[in-house]
Structure formats: C-alpha cells, structure tokens
C-alpha cells in the first residue's frame, strides 16, 4: 500500500543489519519508518542519494569538547559543528572540563547548555574520584549520563584516581560500563626525567608501552574481582591486546583513527608536539597490531579522543606542549581511507561506529538502521577524493594533524533523527541536539 513519508532518502545503498545493499529509506517522525524499495510512495522531501552509501549515524564515544573553561580552545557549539561536517551524528564527551563533571550540577549544567546549540546528539561522561565513588551508581542514571569515566593515569586537568583502594571503590558502586584512561601514574611519575626538551618524540619513551600494559593489567584484575564491566580507551600497545582477547566477557576497548594510521618514528619528526597525545601515538608494529586485533573483534568500537588544543600553545617547547590533538571530524574520511586501502572492509567501519557503541554502552534506539530506530544516517560517497585541509576544519582550534592527507571516502551528509544537518560541507540550522538516552540510564 502506498505510504506518505516526511522524508525518503531515495536509491543509495544501506548498510543495514541484514547486509550491504540497495534501498530506501523512509522517516517518520524523526523515525526509520520503512527500509527497503519505496518506488511509489510519496514524501514532503525527498533526497536522491544515488551513488552514495547511507550508514547508521556515526556515534564517537570519545571527545573533549572543552566548555566549561577552556573555550578558547572549543566550545560545545564548536565541537558538535566539527562532529557534524565529518558525519558524526552522536558525540560522549568528557568530563575533564573546569569545572569537572564529577557532580550532578556539573553534569546537569553541560546537558542544559547542549540542548538546541550543539549541532549533533550527546552524552556526557561522569567524572570517578575518590569523593564521589559512593554516589555513582545514582549519578550514572541521570539525563544525558554516558556513563562513568575513570582517569588511572594523569593528563590534561586534574582527574586521577590511582590508588587501588579507591579504583576498587569506583567499579564496586553502579553497574553500567565504566570508560578508563589507562596507564600506570606511578610509573609515568618515576620516568618523567626521560622527557627530553624540545623532543616530543621521547613522549613515548617516558609514556612506555609498560606503562599500557602495567595498568591494563591491574585494571583487568579489580574488574574482575568487583564483576564490573570496563571499557579500556584508547589502545596504543600491542601488548595489551592478549589481555583484552582473554577478557572479553567483561572488557571492551576502543582504538582511535590516530593510533590506527600514524607511525610514530615518521610522524614526531614530521608534525612534532601536534601528535603528542596520551596514551602516545607508537610504533609502525603497534599501530600494524591493534589494527590486525581490530580485525579479528578485539577491539569494540573507534573513537576519536578529540583534544583540540590552540596552535599556540602547541608551539610551546615540548614538554611544556599540551597533549591531545582534534579528530572528531576527520574519523570519518580517515577511516573510510582505511577502508577503500583493504584494511577495514564497510561492513567492521558500521560495527566499530555504530553497532559497537549501542552494545557496549547500551544507546537506546541508535546505531542500526532498523524500523523503529531514529533515523541518525551518515551518507558517504566512497568514491570521493579530496583532500583533508584546515580550511576545512570546523573545530575552533583550527587546524588538523592530518592536513595534506589524500584520502578516498567522504561524508557527504548527516542526518539526524530524520533531518539533515549537514549536506556538502553546509549546516543547517537550527541546531537540535538532544541527549542521547541509554537502556540502563536515562530513558527520558
Ligand atoms: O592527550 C590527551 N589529551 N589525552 C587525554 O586523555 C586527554 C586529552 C585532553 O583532554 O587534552
């Protein structure tokens, strides 16, 4: 029978759980409404997107979107605009701002001033310390709550928590997925003299692949004994992945785009403290490791561990350089380059964005094109060649570590519950975000 849609997005090709291939999309609602061959069916709006590829929305578990306090460098208007022009349709954003989010306040704080500015869908993280343990099985429950975030090891701001017995405390209150920064503080206190001036290549000499390991390894430990299930961030070292294979009952484990691509002894040389980030950018065998247990289903989902900093002060003589780099916008066409090169075949870019991230962290009603799902699509065009530039860079620091680079797939639109808020580089406004709601949190 003939339907009316709001909008069909007509003649691509769907990734949709059922495999890769020709179709329809019809929304209704701001809802997938009907998959499939809709010839005949009318619309208030339809989209031609012959040629292109529509996936589930790309949902970056990782970003540091920096408001409040360091807007200088982002803000959260910013941040979603960089999310949007590379096809991200739902950011989790992180909790070492100024102030933390280690609070209700601060949490309910950045949710109010999210809604309608920020371009894309969100989720904020909750800072863990030693003062708020006890109150973290409520705290994970409140609107806009991605879940916890524990920093083992030091980096930018002031959220560590180190000491076994307070690790132990933070998993052993709540139940949701709790996101970890690992690396050993002790270790990283004892090496710091192994930073030499100037030379942000010694960053992983004093940032060392034992430091990784060391950390994952107690971390596996305490989750185990508190039963609690742990979602290790950012993966650097070859040698912690036999110990995420062996507990993947339990723990899950994010890469990012520029662990997955740069080698560190070509890439300090050429780009110096802009790719200085915690856990460093390593080895050619590092990043040639994580990607083959990428493959094989160790690693759970991408994200891109956007750390926008200012020019400037990454111009500071190293190790007064600030650690972190952006990359909420370029996952996306980095990753399709992976893609189109054989390394990541479309179908594991869909798990690792989409899929991924609706398991691991439970999203309801995102991450699949399925009937009934919000219609959050990112559309690209796999052909495309361009050229990732600054100019093109919407984050307010301006700039990228991978400028120059040529790569193959672009994403040419985002939609966002039915509407499209980026097409061919325009956003449209205004901006809509709204939180993202999660099975065991906030479900509105
Ligand atoms: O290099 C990093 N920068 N790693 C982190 O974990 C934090 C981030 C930041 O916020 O700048």
Not at 181 to 189: M, N, Q, V, W
Request: aromatic share 6%; net charge negative; glycine share 10%.
């Amino acid at each position: 029978m003939p339907r009316n849609f709001d909008i069909i997005f007509q003649g691509g090709t769907l990734a949709t759980p059922d495999g890769v291939g020709p179709g329809d999309i019809g929304v209704i609602d701001g809802h997938i409404a009907a998959l499939g061959g809709l010839g005949g069916a009318s619309a208030g709006e339809v989209v031609h997107c012959r040629g292109l590829h529509l996936l589930p929305g790309v949902i970056d578990s990782q970003v540091h979107f920096r408001e409040p306090g360091a807007e200088l460098k982002e803000d959260l208007q910013t941040g979603s605009r960089a999310a949007v022009m590379g096809g991200v349709t739902s950011v989790f954003e992180m909790p070492n701002t100024n102030p933390t989010t280690t609070t209700p306040e601060a949490l309910a704080d950045k949710v109010s001033r999210a809604r309608n500015r920020m371009d894309c869908d969100f989720a904020f993280y909750y800072g863990a310390s030693a003062d708020n343990a006890e109150s973290l099985a409520e705290a994970e429950r409140l609107e806009g709550c991605a879940g916890i975030k524990l920093f083992m090891g030091s980096s930018t701001g002031d959220l560590l928590v180190d000491e076994t017995e307070a690790v132990r405390r933070v998993l052993a209150h709540g139940r949701r997925r709790v996101a970890v920064h690992s690396e050993d503080e002790a270790r990283l206190r004892e090496r710091a003299d192994l930073r030499r001036s100037g030379d942000p290549s010694s960053h992983p000499e004093w940032r060392d692949p034992e430091a990784a390991r060391l950390n994952t390894e107690r971390l596996i430990r305490l989750a185990r004994e508190t039963l609690r299930r742990v979602h290790v961030l950012h993966i650097s070292t070859a040698d912690e992945l036999p110990m995420l294979a062996a507990n993947k009952d339990l723990i899950t484990a994010e890469a990012t785009p520029h662990h997955l691509t740069f080698d560190g002894d070509e890439a300090y040389p050429r780009l110096g403290a802009l790719v200085q980030m915690n856990p460093p950018v390593r080895n050619a065998a590092h990043r040639d490791a994580i990607f083959a247990a990428l493959r094989a289903g160790v690693i759970d989902v991408l994200g891109s561990d956007h750390a926008p900093h200012t020019l400037e002060e990454k111009g500071a003589i190293y190790p007064q350089s600030p650690s972190g780099m952006p990359g909420v916008q370029t996952l996306v066409p980095v990753m399709l380059d992976h893609v189109a090169s054989g390394r990541l075949t479309l179908q594991r870019f869909v798990d690792l964005t989409a899929h991924g991230p609706q398991r691991i962290f439970g999203i309801a009603g995102k991450g699949r094109l399925a009937v009934g799902y919000d219609a959050d699509l990112t559309i690209v065009d796999l052909k495309a060649q361009r050229d990732i530039s600054n100019d093109w860079i919407a984050s307010r620091c301006g700039w990228t570590p991978y400028a120059g680079m040529r790569v193959a797939g672009w994403p040419v639109g985002t939609v966002i519950r039915g509407r499209r808020v980026m097409w061919e580089d325009e956003i449209s406004s205004p901006a809509g975000g709204q939180p993202v709601r999660f099975q065991e949190g906030w479900l509105g």
